[in-house]
C-alpha cells in the first residue's frame, strides 16, 4: 500500500484519493541519481551569476535575482556531503516551492522527466533510514540505476529554514 506525500507514491497508508502515477523530475548528482516531484518544481533553469551570502550555510551557493524575486540558492552536492566538481555546461538550478518559500537548488544535470506508479517506489532500505535520510521518500530503479526519490520539504532542516527565512529578508531590504 502506498501513501501520498506532496503527490509522489510514497510506500505506507492507505491510497484512497491518491494519485497513481507520480511525475518526477530526474537529476544526477556524480554519479547518482535522485528525483523530485514535478508539483514542487516551478522551473528548471541555467545557471546565472549568483552573489554570495556572508555567514550563510556552506552550502548556500549565494542568492539570484530571477525576474525580480531573490532566491537563494543551494548546492546539492555541497548539501550532501558529495565532494565540490566545478559547474559543468549541463549543471541546472531547480527552482522549487520549500514551505511556501522559494528555493534554488543546483544539480549537475536534469535528465529527464518521467512517469512512475505507485508499484515502482519501494521504501529507502532500512539500512538508510534516519534523521540524516529523512528527506527520502523511496527509491526505484531506472534502467538498473538507483533513483532517489527527495522530498524536497524536508531536503533543509527546520533550523536552515529559518536561516532561509532571514537569508531572505536581510537581501531584500
Known amino acids: 500500500m502506498m501513501q501520498v506525500s506532496g503527490g509522489v507514491p510514497r510506500p505506507g497508508a492507505k491510497q484512497e484519493g491518491a494519485r497513481r502515477e507520480a511525475q518526477l523530475a530526474c537529476f544526477r548528482l556524480g554519479s547518482e541519481f535522485y528525483a523530485l516531484d ?11 551569476k549568483l552573489t554570495p551570502v556572508p555567514r550563510a550555510p556552506s552550502f548556500v551557493e549565494g542568492v539570484i535575482n530571477l525576474r525580480g524575486a531573490v ?11 558529495l565532494p565540490v ?11 522549487c516551492s520549500l514551505s511556501e518559500k522559494i528555493i534554488g537548488l543546483m544539480v549537475d544535470e536534469v ?8 508499484e515502482e517506489v519501494q521504501p529507502p532500505p532500512h539500512f538508510m533510514q534516519s534523521a540524516a535520510t529523512d528527506f527520502m521518500i523511496g527509491v526505484c530503479r531506472v534502467r538498473g540505476e538507483l533513483l532517489i526519490i527527495l522530498d524536497v520539504e524536508k531536503i533543509l532542516t527546520s533550523d536552515e529554514k529559518i536561516d532561509f527565512a532571514t537569508l531572505q529578508l536581510s537581501k531584500s531590504s
Open 85 to 95: 566538481d566545478p559547474h559543468q555546461q549541463k549543471s541546472r538550478i531547480i527552482i
Open 111 to 118: 535528465t529527464e522527466v518521467r512517469n512512475f506508479t505507485r
Open 38 to 48: 514535478i508539483m514542487k518544481i516551478r522551473e528548471i533553469i541555467k545557471p546565472q
Open 71 to 81: 532566491i537563494p540558492v543551494v548546492d546539492m552536492r555541497r548539501r550532501f556531503g
